[in-house]
């Protein structure tokens, strides 16, 4: 099983930008972010393929948020623009080398958006 550590967390202001990085271990087939706010669930925010071929967005980020991949299939990244108060919370990554494997979650990375 691969391991994930998420970078690149922080505080911004509304409408300002973070990227996000998820460092693999090994190649991954495909790769996930999820995030956790104060008072919320665990929510869906971007998948891609370990290829870079497909991507899915939650409704909340599409437009916003750009999930990417690296050639070598072992880092991603989440390019988060236009940030607003909604979008602070915990960030994950999760990732897996075969679809008949469970994902490996990295520890998580904060992010905060406030004035």
């Known amino acids: 099983q691969v391991q994930v550590v998420e970078s690149g967390g922080g505080l911004v202001q509304p409408g300002g930008s973070l990227r996000l990085s998820c460092a693999a271990s090994?190649?991954?087939?495909?790769m996930s972010w999820y995030r956790q706010g104060p008072e919320k669930g665990r929510e869906f925010v971007a998948l891609?393929?370990?290829?870079?071929?497909?991507?899915n967005y939650a409704d909340s980020v599409k437009g916003r948020f750009i999930i990417s991949i690296t050639e070598t299939m072992d880092t991603g990244y989440l390019q988060m623009n236009n940030l607003t108060l909604d979008d602070t919370g915990v960030y994950y990554c999760?990732?897996?080398?075969?679809?008949?494997?469970?994902?490996?979650w990295g520890q998580g990375v904060q992010v905060t958006v406030r004035s």
């Open positions: 090994g190649w991954v087939n495909r």
């Open positions: 999760g990732a897996r080398q075969y679809s008949w494997m469970s994902d490996s």
């Open positions: 891609i393929s370990g290829d870079g071929g497909l991507t």
